[in-house]
């Protein structure tokens, strides 16, 4: 009888304490675009970033660049000639 004295009021402030951040979270707009996140990142057209192109041994070549499809091989092994 005693456990549920300290359980209950513990149980009911967890409860605000979920219910205070999940209103501060609606306030600050954490909800209002759901999709975007989603769609973004399928699109590689926005990331803009340079990958990395590898040849059978595994072994850098050189980074491609997904806008020209192309790996640039000044850029590949850097340091080694």
């Known amino acids: 009888m005693t456990a549920l004295l300290i359980l209950i009021p513990v149980a009911l402030f967890l409860g ?13 707009g954490q909800f209002e675009d759901l999709d975007g996140a989603a769609a973004r990142i399928l699109n590689d057209d926005e990331m803009g970033g340079d990958a990395l192109e590898y040849d059978e041994e595994g072994h850098e070549v050189g980074i491609v660049d997904p806008r020209r499809n192309a790996p ?4 590949g092994r850097a340091g080694k000639q």
């Open 72 to 75: 640039d091989k000044d850029e």
């Open 16 to 28: 605000a304490l979920g219910l205070a951040a999940f209103l501060w979270s609606m306030k600050s």
